[in-house]
């Protein structure tokens, strides 16, 4: 799967690609970027609630601080 032609990395940009094709304004999509990054980056707490072992919630936040990188650089 690609987003916008990106299938490795996909950045903040290509995501912000997508926004008009769907009828998203520009500033909407940095909006729900901004706020879909703020609730990723709570990760811990919601793996901790949701009872997810210490070894895998460490894992997949590593995963999602990559990913948070790339979203969160303004184009």
């Given at each position: 799967?690609?987003?916008a032609?990106?299938?490795?990395?996909?950045?903040?940009?290509?995501?912000?690609?997508?926004?008009?094709?769907?009828?998203?304004?520009?500033?909407?999509?940095?909006?729900?970027?901004?706020?879909?990054?703020?609730?990723?980056?709570?990760?811990?707490?919601?793996?901790?609630?949701?009872?997810?072992?210490?070894k895998?919630?460490?894992?997949?936040?590593?995963?999602?601080?990559?990913?948070?990188?790339?979203?969160?650089?303004?184009?």
């Amino acid at each position: 799967m690609t987003i916008a032609g990106e299938g490795r990395a996909p950045a903040r940009r290509h995501l912000l690609d997508l926004a008009s094709p769907a009828g998203i304004s520009a500033a909407e999509a940095e909006s729900i970027l901004d706020q879909v990054a703020a609730a990723a980056g709570h990760w811990r707490t919601h793996a901790s609630r949701a009872g997810v072992g210490t070894k895998g919630a460490q894992e997949i936040e590593g995963a999602i601080a990559k990913c948070l990188a790339r979203v969160r650089e303004k184009p």
